[in-house]
């Protein structure tokens, strides 16, 4: 069983006034069990004030998280806020580690890292991992797959709940993982728990009429590179659905994901464009293989809503000790001027009946479903995702 205690500020430029804000709305020293371990989530500004910081050296135990766009809890949602979320149990071992830096290592170099990381996690529980909670940096030329790839070989398995950072204006500006108060560009962190955990997942899933039928095989890639669309210059391909113009992408690709299928047995997941090489080549948020099957997502404002409401039913009336939420930037933007939509109706559906943190993502990791149902770890982007125990 895991007791979840969880507490928010607004006060940014007062790093004394928010930490006793925060450990006011905790009560440590009547709440806390024998193991334990934060979760922050925060608007970047109370890294840059030291609040963080603040925060963070008044804990008796690890801190972990990212900075985001906005947070959301039963009592509260916004741009402007920090959350922190304790986990704390009598029967669940907690374990907390951070990597060295991974922006100018090679493959070989970050996977030998990840390995270790996982490594000196693992070594500080007493039994096997039954969850990875993961925040991954956001590095342009590491995919948010191969972050999961890496920790999954060196895990065996264990299943991986997380995001990577979010911070947005018209591009990604100063996305951060964060470790005992510290702010990272290019390190990655998680948090393994292993004891009396039964972690449970729910993702959404873009449905038939969300797709743009115009199906297409990607005959060039490397990694996360888009190439070539059926044998055509990506750029010019996307050139002729109106997504660029003159060899350049333009705002367009955004809010039209890319709908791609590894043929790997689990089923379509979506990509966003980020940005395009000096080559020509057009940079997506994730891995996109040879051979895949592309298509285009058609997404609005409705399909956002009704997939949280429905991702979230699988949590509702169990009983569970704690959910976790990480919802893409990409839906947000998606709900144009009623923004807040996605937060309400998870609030109005969560509140009262489980301690819940949904935060927004800029790129989530969550455990997906074969066609025999055994569940492979996997990144996603455009999606909302859900952990619940």
Do not use: W
Request: aromatic share 6%; hydrophobic share 40%; proline share 5%.
């Amino acid at each position: 069983m895991i007791k979840t205690l969880i507490a928010y500020t607004t006060e940014i430029d007062d790093p004394e006034c928010a930490s006793s804000e925060i450990l006011e709305q905790l009560s440590l020293k009547s709440g806390l069990l024998e193991n334990s371990v934060g979760i922050i989530t925060c608007y970047i500004d109370f890294i840059n004030t030291g609040t963080v910081k603040e925060i963070c050296a008044r804990l008796p135990f690890d801190v972990v998280g990212i900075n985001t766009m906005y947070s959301a809890t039963s009592g509260e949602s916004g741009e402007l806020m920090l959350v922190l979320t304790v986990l704390t149990s009598d029967d669940v071992s907690f374990a907390a580690a951070l990597s060295a830096p991974l922006k100018n290592g090679g493959k070989e170099a970050r996977k030998k890292e990840l390995a270790d990381l996982y490594r000196r996690a693992a070594s500080a529980l007493p039994d096997k991992p039954k969850l990875m909670l993961t925040f991954p940096p956001f590095i342009s030329d590491m995919s948010g797959d191969e972050f999961v790839r890496h920790l999954d070989a060196a895990s065996g398995g264990v299943p991986m709940f997380g995001s990577q950072p979010c911070d947005f204006t018209t591009s990604m500006r100063t996305p951060l993982v964060l470790f005992g108060g510290e702010p990272h560009a290019d390190r990655a962190a998680i948090i393994l728990m292993c004891g009396n955990i039964r972690p449970t997942f729910s993702s959404t899933r873009i449905t038939d009429d969300k797709i743009l039928r115009r199906e297409a095989i990607v005959t060039g890639s490397d990694g996360n590179i888009l190439k070539e669309i059926n044998r055509v210059p990506a750029l010019n391909y996307l050139e002729s659905l109106g997504m660029a113009d003159k060899g350049r992408i333009d705002g367009k690709h955004l809010l039209i994901p890319l709908v791609i299928d590894y043929n790997d047995g689990v089923g379509p997941l979506m990509r966003v464009i980020t940005s395009q090489t000096i080559e020509g080549h057009v940079l997506l948020s994730g891995t996109i293989p040879v051979n895949s099957t592309l298509e285009f997502g058609a997404l609005d404002a409705r399909y956002v809503v009704d997939s949280a409401e429905n991702m979230i039913s699988s949590a509702m009336n169990q009983g569970y000790d704690c959910v976790f939420i990480v919802s893409c930037i990409i839906r947000n933007f998606i709900l144009g001027f009623d923004n807040m939509a996605e937060i309400e109706i998870i609030q109005s559906r969560m509140a009262g009946v489980t301690p819940f943190l949904l935060t927004c993502s800029g790129g989530e990791i969550c455990p997906a479903p074969m066609k025999d149902g055994k569940l492979i770890n996997r990144f996603h982007n455009v999606t909302a995702c859900l952990c619940a125990f």
